[in-house]
């Protein structure tokens, strides 16, 4: 147990760097024992009262320092890093030191660390420490200039930021490569990669003429799977041109790709370094989901050139100025690749799923927190996710044209500096001439607003009134908040599913603005009734209540679910219907209501239409899962839900057996593996399809998924096989199970797979399985991709299972995190993730879940990621 408590970092006591770093020039005399780091860095004198100077480093051998050429005597050390006193004057002076690391002991994954037979670097937020000592903050830039040296035989790629150069061969089989980014950049942006590496060229020429060259680099044979990632890196460039204005700077952009990350991707200058996973694309390996992810991921890291890069964050608690805005644009750039309703679900969902139990859970923060003990715990889904609501809101606020005037001025106001949220929200200010104050408070109070509607309908007066409340749950060390401004965007639909018009140039959908606790908003000449259409397109990442009581009816649901014209609504309506039914199944033990066979039909005579969307449609028929339903209930029990939504599956499937056969049959002979929008769309559907389909896990749906996985022409349906295969667990599906395994036993991303299906199958005996899974051989901790595929997707996919009464699921997390703890603490404050939550389960669970967050406080050398992240989710 550890009896020190880690140290808090508090926003308040932000304060500049007393010193201006000038120039770092770094070398790397990279060999297999060990990694000799040399840095020579010119410092100037910013405030002329600063009497001493400090330098995070940790984990270095330091072997010499010198400053200005001469031995330093005088300094002090500890496991954080050197103090030393800077020459008097305002003359610039300059530090050499010399430090020994060695990579291939970094199982963190931090700083420079060995991926298999590559060295390569993590520096965000803060690795560069791990390599040299250095003021690891980033609202220190400096112009870096980078010497590489290593054996040319092992490895003959060597890259840094920036351009190259000069290159050459060295005596004893060496050779080396010399980098100079001309960008003044913070340290977490430094990048390194040596090593043995393929690669795919292309260029792009930007719109003022500029011919970039792209390269992809990754392990020798993987150089087929790279095409994707490649196409999506163009798009992504024009795409940030077209709708920002914003061009690419250098001549060279670098994209490696490596087994071993913590994280997705991370954004360094000019030489972004990816999880494989996130790289590679082929439709024999890769699913359509990873495809999409590929290029949302690839354009995310590109569109940090200008949100990260040439406008950086002045401190750390600012991370969402950079990853909301980040977030925000790849979100954008998918939606107008692919379909803006669909993305915008999917988007929605995944908010739901992950971002909103963390506003209501013991980690609630901020989006731009005021406090912290590990900032790595704070790449969270509030700073990522619900800051890229945050800028969404502000442009449905201030408009699209105001936006991009807003960005604009930001983009050059601030190129080249460090700054923070404010910052960004005053250009929205001053270019729309908006107050946005209150608007503010997003950043600054945690928790999901509840917003509550009525609606009256005055038949004389032909008026409908609609009041709309609001309530800021109370957070830890956070009470009493203050009305938000949420901008609700509204329709009213009259009793044929027309819209009607809501002002003078006759638009049918309004953004009501509501800035306090409660308001009134009254519309005239309604004629009829009306149905409304709230928080179309999910305008604001707020928890709509009351949804089925006084104004709106489960009827009402069933209407909009077939007439409302906004795509997203259309299928809130259909998921807020399917909830409710759910609910009362499993509170009043209610039957299935007549209504609900009738307008599931509809749907699936919709998806039987050649015309229709079907990603969409692919979206409407899926039953909400497990843990979806379970985020809207009082108190969480998974088995019971698994079993209410098994009733409600089965009973659709036996109403409409036929239906759903035929869509199924529809869309079974495509074009195997392409994977335009059309097939894409198709695919979703059909696998929803068979997953209904073989709800009641007979004979014949055994056969049919077997069939299905035989006539396979892509990972989407093969994967969609397995899955239902995986549970169903007879001697034929082990059999399958097996193939699979022999099949890609080369190929680690789709093994993770393999690892995933049979941790996330709702069977009785998972638990075992992942016990078993644990010691095969393929299994490693030390590879972040693998942990997740078998503990993530046990903990965070298979709810049922996790949760079992008898709290086996608990026990196995928490055997896995205290032994990821010292191997990669990041990983493993992760991993607790769904332990969080455990207030939100039954009482039995409660204990369970708690006992198991207490023994992992007891854990010895206890990191402080964990520590921060286990002491804060037991904390009253
Ligand atoms: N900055 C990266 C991104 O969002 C994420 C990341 C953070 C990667 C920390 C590694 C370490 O694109
Ligand atoms: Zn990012």
């Known amino acids: 147990?550890?009896?020190?408590?880690?140290?808090?970092?508090?926003?308040?006591?932000?304060?500049?760097?007393?010193?201006?770093?000038?120039?770092?020039?770094?070398?790397?005399?990279?060999?297999?024992?060990?990694?000799?780091?040399?840095?020579?860095?010119?410092?100037?004198?910013?405030?002329?009262?600063?009497?001493?100077?400090?330098?995070?480093?940790?984990?270095?051998?330091?072997?010499?320092?010198?400053?200005?050429?001469?031995?330093?005597?005088?300094?002090?050390?500890?496991?954080?890093?050197?103090?030393?006193?800077?020459?008097?004057?305002?003359?610039?002076?300059?530090?050499?030191?010399?430090?020994?690391?060695?990579?291939?002991?970094?199982?963190?994954?931090?700083?420079?660390?060995?991926?298999?037979?590559?060295?390569?670097?993590?520096?965000?937020?803060?690795?560069?420490?791990?390599?040299?000592?250095?003021?690891?903050?980033?609202?220190?830039?400096?112009?870096?200039?980078?010497?590489?040296?290593?054996?040319?035989?092992?490895?003959?790629?060597?890259?840094?930021?920036?351009?190259?150069?000069?290159?050459?061969?060295?005596?004893?089989?060496?050779?080396?490569?010399?980098?100079?980014?001309?960008?003044?950049?913070?340290?977490?942006?430094?990048?390194?990669?040596?090593?043995?590496?393929?690669?795919?060229?292309?260029?792009?020429?930007?719109?003022?003429?500029?011919?970039?060259?792209?390269?992809?680099?990754?392990?020798?044979?993987?150089?087929?799977?790279?095409?994707?990632?490649?196409?999506?890196?163009?798009?992504?460039?024009?795409?940030?041109?077209?709708?920002?204005?914003?061009?690419?700077?250098?001549?060279?952009?670098?994209?490696?790709?490596?087994?071993?990350?913590?994280?997705?991707?991370?954004?360094?200058?000019?030489?972004?370094?990816?999880?494989?996973?996130?790289?590679?694309?082929?439709?024999?390996?890769?699913?359509?989901?990873?495809?999409?992810?590929?290029?949302?991921?690839?354009?995310?890291?590109?569109?940090?050139?200008?949100?990260?890069?040439?406008?950086?964050?002045?401190?750390?608690?600012?991370?969402?100025?950079?990853?909301?805005?980040?977030?925000?644009?790849d979100q954008e750039f998918s939606a107008d690749m692919h379909s803006p309703d669909v993305q915008r679900i999917d988007d929605v969902t995944h908010l739901r799923r992950f971002q909103f139990p963390e506003d209501a859970g013991p980690l609630a923060h901020p989006v731009r927190p005021d406090n912290y003990i590990e900032i790595n715990n704070f790449y969270t889904m509030t700073i990522y996710e619900k800051g890229a609501e945050v800028i969404r809101m502000l442009r449905t606020i201030i408009g699209p044209e105001n936006y991009r005037k807003g960005t604009d001025l930001y983009f050059s106001r601030f190129d080249g500096q460090a700054v923070t949220c404010d910052d960004f929200i005053n250009c929205m200010e001053e270019v729309s001439g908006q107050d946005l104050s209150q608007f503010q408070l997003w950043y600054s109070q945690a928790g999901t607003p509840e917003v509550t509607t009525t609606g009256k309908y005055d038949g004389l007066e032909k008026t409908f009134t609609l009041t709309l409340s609001q309530n800021i749950p109370d957070t830890p060390g956070q009470t009493d908040k203050k009305p938000m401004h949420i901008p609700v965007a509204l329709g009213l639909l009259d009793p044929s599913g027309q819209e009607f018009p809501l002002d003078e140039e006759r638009n049918t959908t309004k953004i009501l603005h509501l800035r306090e606790k409660t308001q009134t908003f009254v519309f005239e000449k309604i004629q009829y009734p009306p149905i409304a259409s709230i928080l179309r397109g999910f305008s604001a990442p707020v928890i709509l209540k009351d949804d089925l009581r006084d104004d709106l009816k489960p009827e009402d649901h069933a209407f909009l679910m077939r007439h409302d014209p906004n795509g997203f609504n259309r299928w809130q309506a259909g998921q807020t219907y399917m909830l409710h039914i759910l609910d009362e199944m499993l509170d009043q033990g209610e039957e299935i209501p007549e209504e609900c066979f009738r307008a599931y039909g509809a749907l699936l005579d919709?998806?039987?239409?050649?015309?229709?969307?079907?990603?969409?449609?692919?979206?409407?028929?899926?039953?909400?899962?497990?843990?979806?339903?379970?985020?809207?209930?009082?108190?969480?029990?998974?088995?019971?839900?698994?079993?209410?939504?098994?009733?409600?599956?089965?009973?659709?499937?036996?109403?409409?057996?036929?239906?759903?056969?035929?869509?199924?049959?529809?869309?079974?002979?495509?074009?195997?593996?392409?994977?335009?929008?059309?097939?894409?769309?198709?695919?979703?559907?059909?696998?929803?399809?068979?997953?209904?389909?073989?709800?009641?896990?007979?004979?014949?749906?055994?056969?049919?998924?077997?069939?299905?996985?035989?006539?396979?022409?892509?990972?989407?349906?093969?994967i969609a096989a397995l899955q239902r295969l995986t549970l169903f667990r007879t001697g034929s599906c082990m059999d399958v199970l097996r193939e699979f395994y022999e099949r890609y036993r080369d190929y680690p991303l789709v093994i993770d797979k393999w690892f995933a299906v049979q941790a996330s199958a709702a069977r009785e005996d998972t638990a075992a399985i992942v016990r078993q899974l644990r010691e095969h051989p393929d299994f490693s901790l030390k590879n972040p991709n693998r942990v997740r595929s078998l503990f993530a997707a046990f903990a965070m996919n298979n709810p049922v299972c996790f949760h079992a009464p008898d709290g086996q699921g608990y026990e196995i997390l928490r055997d896995a995190v205290a032994e990821l703890n010292t191997i990669n603490p990041q990983i493993a404050a992760r991993l607790l993730t769904p332990l969080k939550e455990w207030r939100r389960y039954t009482p039995d669970r409660q204990a369970l879940m708690k006992s198991a967050l207490k023994k992992i406080l007891e854990i010895e050398n206890l990191s402080p990621d964990v520590y921060e992240i286990a002491s804060k989710s037991v904390a009253d």
Request: aromatic share 10%; glycine share 6%; with cysteine.
């Open 606 to 718: 919709d998806a039987l239409r050649p015309e229709s969307d079907k990603a969409l449609l692919a979206r409407m028929i899926h039953i909400p899962d497990v843990i979806h339903i379970g985020l809207q209930r009082e108190e969480i029990d998974p088995a019971a839900i698994y079993q209410a939504r098994d009733d409600l599956i089965n009973g659709l499937l036996s109403a409409h057996k036929d239906k759903i056969l035929a869509i199924y049959g529809m869309h079974n002979d495509d074009d195997g593996d392409s994977v335009t929008a059309q097939a894409v769309g198709a695919r979703a559907l059909k696998n929803t399809a068979l997953h209904i389909l073989t709800n009641k896990c007979m004979k014949e749906d055994v056969d049919l998924c077997r069939e299905a996985y035989k006539n396979a022409r892509n990972m989407t349906d093969r």
């Open 1 to 329: 147990m550890r009896t020190d408590t880690p140290k808090t970092v508090y926003l308040q006591d932000y304060k500049p760097y007393p010193f201006k770093v000038t120039a770092i020039d770094l070398n790397f005399d990279i060999r297999d024992e060990q990694t000799t780091v040399t840095a020579i860095t010119k410092f100037s004198r910013k405030d002329p009262k600063a009497s001493q100077i400090f330098l995070n480093g940790e984990d270095l051998e330091l072997v010499s320092i010198a400053l200005n050429g001469e031995p330093l005597e005088k300094f002090t050390q500890d496991e954080r890093g050197i103090t030393f006193k800077p020459p008097a004057g305002d003359e610039e002076f300059t530090l050499e030191t010399v430090t020994v690391i060695k990579p291939a002991e970094n199982t963190r994954l931090e700083g420079l660390y060995r991926s298999g037979d590559t060295y390569c670097t993590q520096c965000e937020a803060e690795g560069f420490r791990r390599i040299t000592f250095f003021p690891d903050r980033p609202d220190v830039l400096t112009v870096f200039d980078v010497r590489v040296e290593a054996d040319e035989k092992d490895c003959p790629v060597l890259l840094s930021n920036g351009n190259k150069i000069s290159d050459g061969k060295l005596e004893g089989g060496r050779h080396f490569t010399v980098w100079h980014d001309p960008f003044p950049k913070p340290c977490y942006l430094f990048a390194l990669v040596a090593g043995k590496l393929t690669h795919i060229h292309d260029t792009f020429t930007t719109k003022s003429g500029r011919k970039v060259d792209l390269y992809i680099y990754v392990r020798p044979g993987d150089e087929g799977q790279c095409a994707h990632a490649m196409e999506s890196l163009k798009k992504s460039m024009k795409w940030d041109e077209d709708v920002y204005g914003l061009e690419y700077d250098l001549d060279l952009f670098n994209i490696v790709a490596v087994s071993d990350f913590n994280m997705g991707a991370m954004e360094n200058k000019s030489l972004n370094i990816f999880n494989t996973a996130l790289v590679l694309a082929h439709p024999d390996t890769a699913t359509d989901l990873d495809f999409m992810r590929v290029e949302s991921v690839v354009a995310h890291e590109y569109f940090h050139n200008w949100s990260g890069n040439r406008v950086t964050c002045r401190d750390w608690f600012q991370l969402s100025l950079k990853e909301g805005l980040t977030v925000f644009r």
